[in-house]
């Protein structure tokens, strides 16, 4: 039994359930093991849910580490970013659903950490938005309500995306980029 399948368990228990609503034997169950065995690879449910906001969260930095690297004006480094991120969002719906809606559930002690990581993914945004406002292209404004705007709108799909609906994740991303666009652009509606 491997770290990975047992914290790849919990997270979809995480999102049926809730934090709260799942025990330590809902994850043994899950994964084949005796409680107690379970033991010798987490120290608990909090260690299995602070590895899931880090898994989570380390895999959407290197996502916008990557975007933002790239050599492209910052309208077409946004459509990416909500491109990826989207793809993220829809692919693994387990992951993502503990991290948006099980990070209040982290005891006192582990939140400090896990908001300095997740401070460095909306800085990633930010930076998007920043290099676009410097180089005349976006309307100036405040980036870090920007940023929240945006991720607003974006993380609220895993409450309503189906991957049988009538539209593709990627297209989504898509429709929801034009429409954040027209919100940054200069020269739209001026």
Do not use: C
């Not at 033991?39 to 959407?60: E, N, P, R, T, W």
């Not at 930095?61 to 970013?81: F, G, W």
Request: aromatic share 6%; charged share 25%.
């Amino acid at each position: 039994m491997q770290r990975a399948e047992i914290i790849q368990a919990a997270a979809q228990i995480f999102r049926q359930k809730g934090y709260h609503g799942t025990s330590m034997q809902d994850i043994a169950d899950a994964v084949g093991l005796k409680k107690a065995s379970l033991y010798h690879h987490v120290s608990g449910k909090q260690d299995i849910l602070l590895s899931i906001l880090d898994q989570a969260l380390d895999l959407l930095i290197q996502d916008m580490q990557t975007v933002l690297n790239q050599s492209l004006p910052a309208e077409e480094k946004i459509r990416q970013a909500m491109q990826v991120y989207v793809r993220r969002l829809t692919e693994d719906p387990d992951l993502s659903a503990v991290l948006l809606m099980e990070h209040r559930s982290l005891e006192d002690d582990l939140q400090e950490d896990h908001i300095a990581r997740r401070d460095r993914f909306e800085a990633l945004w930010r930076a998007i938005i920043d290099e676009g406002s410097r180089a005349g292209s976006f309307r100036q404004m405040n980036s870090s309500l920007a940023t929240f705007a945006v991720l607003g709108v974006l993380n609220w799909m895993i409450t309503w995306y189906r991957p049988n609906g009538r539209l593709r994740a990627e297209k989504i991303a898509d429709q929801f980029a034009d429409l954040v666009l027209g919100g940054l652009l200069v020269g739209i509606d001026e």
